[in-house]
């Protein structure tokens, strides 16, 4: 069982403690339910969570990545429900409200759930221009994080990425993959990722936490398969650029030193680190890297999240800049166990290099 899974499995009796209360909550709005019918009710969904994520992590199926996603959505719309409670019974310490306005303010979760919905699946392109003094030639990299290849997005969101690459292809040199190419709320097969390997440029990637859930040595099988140059605590040499991949996650990992780090710095090259978290910038500057590439946070993905992540994390999406160093942080292709973004896009970031 994955780290991921079982994650999922400590913290359903708190879900289905939250679900319990937010149902009976949004109930008394149209005169209450029994509470052993709530319990059933509470049961289903917590069974719902758990039972489609243990066959998906041994045999991926259609049935078991509908219900995942059927879950991620309600997961969603529990946040939202309970914005609308909050908004309701504080109205009702004042006033009395008819069943009418609770119904409009109600029905302002499915509208906003098309949106988001929508978002999370269209794929934004952004652009920025980085100067640097050492660059031998012109590049064109795109930047991407977080695919999340998984039971909520399969083989839909690899074919995405694929053709939208293709496009980019045209104009671009590189490609960089800052991690979470998996998901790890589904088994990874060693075919799964092939659409990538009909990209008309190289595709760099760089495993993050969430790799390491379904088996590292099986997402890594199926990124080289499609094609891809897997850097783990490696480094690539392209077109001028000295590009390390530093991989990352939360379990046991022999660490890369400073001082190892310090020895890949190539003086008369631009240096990137590709991590995927958003740490660590100013020692990674420090140690003469001039751009770090990240991903991670989503952004938040989608409020009220977006605020608590911007006080999570000191960088939390976009680019910054600090004594000619860069750090480029994409809020991600995919999304993580729920389909919705609301603030955020699903983004591929074109880092154009030009000479100082």
């Given at each position: ?9 400590i ?82 310490q004042f006033?009395?409200?008819s ?7 109600l ?18 392109v ?16 795109v930047?991407?994080?977080d ?38 709320s589904?088994?990874?097969?060693e ?23 379904p ?38 990992k ?35 890297f001039n ?17 608590f ?48």
């Amino acid at each position: 069982m994955s780290f991921r899974t079982k994650r999922v499995f400590i913290a359903t009796p708190f879900y289905m403690l939250f679900e319990f209360f937010l149902l009976k909550y949004l109930f008394l709005l149209f005169g209450g339910i029994n509470d052993g019918y709530l319990l059933i009710i509470t049961l289903g969904l917590g069974c719902l969570q758990c039972i489609p994520m243990v066959f998906e992590e041994k045999n991926s199926t259609i049935l078991g990545r509908f219900f995942t996603e059927l879950f991620g959505l309600w997961a969603w719309s529990m946040v939202m429900i309970l914005i609308d409670l909050i908004i309701i019974y504080l109205i009702k310490q004042f006033t009395d409200i008819s069943i009418t306005v609770v119904c409009i303010l109600l029905s302002s979760v499915p509208i906003l759930g098309v949106y988001n919905y929508y978002i999370a699946h269209k794929l934004v392109v952004k652009q920025h221009t980085l100067k640097f003094d050492n660059l031998k030639e012109e590049v064109d990299i795109v930047h991407l994080s977080d695919i999340h290849f998984g039971a909520v997005r399969n083989s839909k969101i690899i074919n995405q990425v694929a053709d939208k690459l293709k496009e980019l292809s045209e104009t671009c040199d590189v490609a960089i993959i800052s991690g979470d190419l998996a998901d790890g709320s589904c088994v990874v097969e060693e075919d799964d990722f092939l659409p990538l390997k009909d990209v008309g440029m190289p595709i760099i990637f760089t495993p993050g936490n969430h790799d390491y859930y379904p088996g590292i040595e099986n997402v890594c099988n199926a990124a080289k398969k499609a094609g891809l140059i897997v850097l783990n605590d490696e480094k690539f040499e392209f077109k001028g650029l000295n590009i390390f991949g530093l991989s990352f996650t939360f379990g046991d990992k022999k660490e890369v030193s400073n001082e190892v780090l310090k020895q890949v710095v190539n003086k008369n090259a631009v240096n990137i680190i590709n991590y995927h978290v958003p740490y660590n910038w100013d020692l990674f500057s420090n140690l003469g890297f001039n751009l770090q590439l990240s991903g991670h946070t989503h952004g938040g993905q989608f409020y009220p999240m977006i605020w608590f992540c911007r006080l999570m994390f000191k960088y939390n999406m976009g680019l910054f800049k600090e004594n000619d160093n860069y750090l480029s942080v994409t809020t991600g292709v995919g999304s993580m166990d729920t389909p919705m973004r609301w603030g955020t896009n699903s983004e591929l970031v074109v880092l154009k290099l030009r000479k100082k």
